[in-house]
């Protein structure tokens, strides 16, 4: 069975450093498309950063440079460092593996994110 | 990186058919045939309903339901149902590698 289980989330002041992880189980992480994406409060959802089976990486504009999205194989899990936070990357976190056709299909339960001082 | 444009709300009665579109541009939506739908309750993850414009996945009811014209896409709930009161995202692969969302519809069953 697929689960993935974030951690990592939680208070941080403006400037800060968090890191993300997804722990995934009954699968490899290497071998699929692995994303995080995130939801502000009261708000939609926003694709934040993608690794490819191949290890190619995507970032959003709005954490571009200040994010980097990574994989441990041995551990079998995916990361999310965050650099610079901002109020705005208050969020929940959500990681994602694909799944049918080109789709996100298993999704964590989420972590939560807040920029405050 | 424009999120696709979805209406705010969509309501309709038990039983009642209703339609979410997704607008996007030939980047995204009008470019390939990778749209999918999710569907969020409340504090809860999203959960993909249908995947590549029309495909469900093992499990979703075949009231829902795909399909796309041009930079246009729409999600069809057949037959609506108390428990498909919820907020509905679709999402597109883009040209730029990273997937886009919509702006988010919430359903309400009047």
């Known amino acids: 069975e697929v689960q993935l289980v974030e951690t990592g989330g939680g208070l941080i002041q403006p400037g800060g450093s968090l890191r993300l992880s997804c722990a995934a189980s009954?699968?490899?992480?290497?071998?699929?498309?692995m994303s995080w994406v995130r939801q502000a409060p009261g708000k939609g959802l926003e694709w934040v950063s993608v690794?490819?089976?191949?290890?190619?990486?995507y970032y959003a504009d709005s954490v571009k440079g200040r994010s980097t999205i990574s994989r441990d194989n041995s551990k079998n899990t995916l990361y999310l460092q965050m650099n610079s936070l901002r109020a705005e990357d208050t969020a929940v976190y959500y990681c994602?593996?694909?799944?049918?056709?080109?789709?996100?299909?298993?999704w964590g339960q989420g972590t939560l994110v807040t920029v405050s001082s | 990186q424009s999120a696709l444009t979805q209406p705010a709300s969509v309501s309709g009665s038990p039983g009642q058919s209703i339609t979410i579109s997704c607008t996007g541009t030939?980047?995204?939506?009008?470019?390939?045939?990778?749209v999918s739908w999710y569907q969020q309750h409340p504090g809860k993850a999203p959960k993909l309903m249908i995947y590549?414009?029309?495909n469900r996945p093992s499990g979703i009811s075949n009231r829902f339901s795909g399909s796309k014209s041009g930079n246009t896409a729409s999600l069809t709930i057949s037959g609506l149902q108390a428990e498909d009161e919820a907020d509905y995202y679709c999402?597109?692969?883009?040209?730029?590698?990273?997937?886009?969302f919509g702006t988010g519809t919430k359903v309400t069953v009047l």
């Open positions: 590549d414009v029309s």
């Open positions: 009954g699968f490899s992480v290497s071998s699929k498309y």
């Open positions: 999402s597109s692969y883009t040209s730029s590698g990273l997937d886009v």
């Open positions: 030939s980047s995204d939506v009008g470019g390939y045939n990778y």
């Open positions: 690794i490819y089976s191949d290890g190619s990486t």
């Open positions: 994602a593996r694909d799944s049918s056709g080109w789709s996100w299909g298993y």
